[in-house]
C-alpha cells in the first residue's frame, strides 16, 4: 500500500494532488477510510456494532485481486485474454461477486439496525450502486 511520511500541516488542495496519483483501487480505499473517519467524528460514541459493520463495509476488495482482475478485465476488452485467463478471470469474477455480496449483507444489517433504507443507508454513506460493464 503506497503510504507518506508527513512532517508538516498539509492543504486539503495537497492531499487532493496526492490522492489523483494513487492507483483506483487504492484511491477507493483511501474514500472509505476518510468516509469512516468522517462517520467516526460526527458519532464518536458510535455502538460498536455499527462501527464493526463500517469497518467491514469499507474493507474493499484486496489490492491485488483488484489489479489483477482490472487486468484481465483489460485484455477481455482487447480481444487479447488466453483460455486460461479466461477461465482465472470466471473464478476472479465469482469472488469478487462473493465479497460483493458479503458487503451488501453488512450494508443491510446496518440499515436494519438504523432503521432505515438500504438506499437511504448507502445515500447517507456516500456508497453508489456497483457500475456493471
Do not use: C, F, H
Request: charged share 30%; no cysteine.
Amino acid at each position: 500500500m503506497p503510504s507518506a511520511q508527513i512532517d508538516r500541516q498539509i492543504s486539503s488542495n495537497e492531499l487532493l494532488k496526492a490522492a489523483s496519483q494513487l492507483s483506483p483501487s487504492e484511491l477507493e480505499k483511501l474514500v472509505a477510510n476518510i468516509i469512516a473517519l468522517q462517520a467516526q467524528r460526527r458519532a464518536p460514541s458510535l455502538p460498536k456494532a455499527e462501527a464493526d459493520l463500517l469497518l467491514k463495509i469499507n474493507q474493499g476488495i484486496p489490492a491485488d485481486l483488484q489489479k489483477r482482475y482490472n487486468e484481465l478485465i483489460a485484455k477481455r476488452r482487447a480481444a487479447t485474454l488466453s483460455p486460461d485467463e479466461y477461465e482465472e478471470l470466471l473464478r476472479m469474477t465469482d469472488d469478487v461477486e462473493k465479497l460483493q455480496a458479503r458487503r451488501v449483507e453488512y450494508l443491510a444489517e446496518l440499515a436494519s439496525i438504523r432503521k432505515v433504507s438500504l438506499a437511504k443507508l448507502m445515500d447517507d454513506l456516500g456508497i453508489s450502486g456497483p457500475g456493471y460493464e
